[in-house]
């Protein structure tokens, strides 16, 4: 991602060289990591992959409204350049990781998010709480009383993916075959996949784009009430309409993947959290008024996108550093997240701060996430749904916590309860 060597960059006095959220210590518990980066070294250098390092909450949200230094386009072309010859030839068929999409630069950003804005608005999202909660207490009707629940594959990630599917159209009995090709595109922009895995990554990603054309040619012959069928009406509207591939980017990362993968990781992280500390999770159950800003504390405290990347487009100086043009920038969000300079007492759980929209967890400016206001619906509908009906979950003792190893999301992959 490096126009340069890393030998050619001023040599990070280690905490960028070090940070590694794929691996312990970093893994299961970044912000100390973080804490340093933002007091010693704020704009740092990760050899390992390729990108500076922003961690102050000023820098980040800085850079986050600077669309001429700072650009999206052509983000996942470059974080799959070190793939293998065979698999990138299978990747440069792909929509998803080729065309333009919600990542695209300034000037298409606006045209390509349009079809699908004014169903993600606070008003429209309203309209949608029934289904949610419908879907959530389904969901929750399937927890066994005494026995252990895997939260994580019995609700937190059923119920996004439930609830996207259901916004697009996609049929129930197709519903299954859909989540490995979601995982492979997640995969393909932020995982380090092995040489032996790749091809087959790059194959189930073209066979996930294969299953969302032929639906969206469906909508196109029989249109529906649904996001795909809005999707093909852009397409047929003119000259400034979506086009195919641009559809087919924008199902696959931007509303299925975007609207699937973080929010699944949030309800997992958050319940973590307030199982662990109990004394805030009784708090709820006494007060349930308070969790519209328990969720936005949630988000805050621990953030699923630690960041994410945009590269410059000339030399930048930052913080006695010079950031060449083409490089890549990972904006810390989780980090920002935690500054002491702008959320005092950072690392205790706050649902009174007096700031607390401040939060960078769905980013800022224009690529602000097109999904926030569904997010926070359905967080908010499992913790009013099971502080109500099961007050008495716990965690499973002595369990083993692991934490997904990703560059840019961080999550729990199983969590147990059990709901009596």
């Known amino acids: 991602m490096s126009t ?34 933002r007091r010693e070294e704020p704009a740092s250098y990760s050899p390992m992959f390729g990108t500076w390092l922003i961690s102050r909450y000023d820098d980040v949200r800085r850079i986050l409204t600077d669309n001429r230094r700072f650009t999206t386009e052509g983000t996942y072309a470059k974080l799959t350049a070190g793939f293998e010859p065979e698999a990138r030839v299978l990747l440069d068929r792909s929509h998803t990781l080729t065309a333009l999409n919600i990542l695209a630069s300034d000037d298409e950003h606006g045209r390509l998010r349009k079809p699908f804005h004014k169903f993600f608005t606070a008003q429209q999202i309203g309209k949608w709480e029934p289904m949610v909660r419908r879907q959530t207490s389904a969901l929750i009707d399937d927890f066994s009383a005494g026995g252990p629940v895997d939260v994580m594959e019995s609700l937190a990630y059923p119920l996004p993916l439930q609830g996207m599917f259901e916004l697009l159209g996609v049929p129930y009995e197709d519903r299954a075959l859909i989540r490995p090709g979601v995982e492979a595109v997640l995969a393909c922009m932020l995982e380090l996949v092995g040489p032996e895995h790749q091809v087959e990554t790059a194959r189930r990603v073209l066979a996930y784009e294969a299953y969302l054309i032929e639906l969206i040619e469906q909508r196109r012959a029989d249109p529906l009430d649904d996001l795909v069928s809005m999707g093909v009406q852009s397409m047929d509207s003119g000259p400034d309409g979506l086009r195919l591939p641009e559809l087919v980017a924008l199902l696959s990362e931007n509303l299925i993947l975007a609207g699937y993968e973080t929010t699944a990781k949030a309800i997992g992280n958050a319940l973590y959290f307030l199982l662990t500390h109990r004394e805030h999770w009784e708090q709820l159950i006494a007060d349930p008024t308070l969790i519209p800003k328990a969720v936005e504390e949630l988000f805050r405290l621990d953030a699923v996108v630690l960041g994410f990347f945009r590269f410059a487009t000339e030399p930048v100086d930052l913080h006695g550093v010079t950031i060449p043009a083409g490089d890549s920038v990972l904006l ?13 007492r950072p690392a205790e759980y706050d649902p009174g701060r007096p700031n607390l929209n401040d939060h960078l967890s769905f980013g800022y400016g224009l690529h602000y996430c097109l999904g926030a206001y569904l997010a926070r619906l359905q967080l908010r509908m499992v913790l009013e749904l099971l502080t109500t009906r099961h007050p008495g979950l716990r965690l499973v003792p002595d369990q083993e916590i692991n934490w997904t190893a990703n560059v840019s999301i961080r999550g729990l992959e199983h969590l147990l309860v059990t709901a009596t």
């Not at 890393?6 to 518990?29: C, F, K, V």
């Open 4 to 37: 340069l060597e890393p030998q050619e960059l001023p040599l990070p006095t280690g905490h960028g060289a070090s940070y590694n959220p794929m691996n312990s210590p970093d893994r299961e518990d970044p912000y100390a990591r973080y804490e340093s980066l």
């Open 332 to 344: 810390l969000y989780a980090s920002a997240n935690h500054d002491e300079q702008h959320f005092p």
